[in-house]
């Protein structure tokens, strides 16, 4: 079977620092990746050259056989990338910064269904509450109710999607990773925590 995400001889250079080279990789349908090295190996770096916002130094990134460059739109329609920081907008809603991440990432949502996913994240009640006042948790959980919004993205890039998670939520994120990687579909996240999934979940580590 051909991979749906592969890797050749990918490469990152920042300033006169090589961080990495030399890369390979490749992915099925229904994997999970999870990245992890030192602060500053370049794990961040490498999650966004994944989702094509960053090019290598060398080498490239393919997905289902092509250059995600020449993609474009046909493959932002199948991704999802969560950066590190919850990224919301303080004066707007739980709500209202949800629905507005889904109309950024292409993921046409209606309110009902937005108010559901926060519900799912354990946030039912607190939909309308500026995210100013949300604790670091929930301002994580804001951002991670996006995923259930987005279980037809083939692929779901993650950094450090755990942090600042209780027990609960993160047991419910492995859910919803455990239920992607069913779908077929791919997942890389990388996490500085031990991450509990089932010894049925595929999975896979690279050390940067």
Known sequence: MNPVLELRQVACVRGLRTLFEGLDLSLQPGQL???QGANGAGKTS????LCGLL???????????RRIETLREEFSKELVYLGHAAALKDDLSALENLMTACVLGGVGTRRAEAIDALAAAGLGGRERAPARILSQGQRKRVALA???LSRGAALWVLD???????TAASAWLIGLITAQLGNGGIVVLTSHQSVPFD????QAVLTL
């Open 33 to 35: 990746l999870r990245l």
């Open 46 to 49: 490498l999650l966004r050259m």
């Open 55 to 65: 090019a290598p130094a060398q080498g490239e990134v393919l997905w289902r056989g």
């Open 146 to 148: 996006r995923l259930v």
């Open 160 to 166: 450090e999607p755990f942090n600042a998670l209780d």
């Open 199 to 202: 010894d049925s979940v595929p």
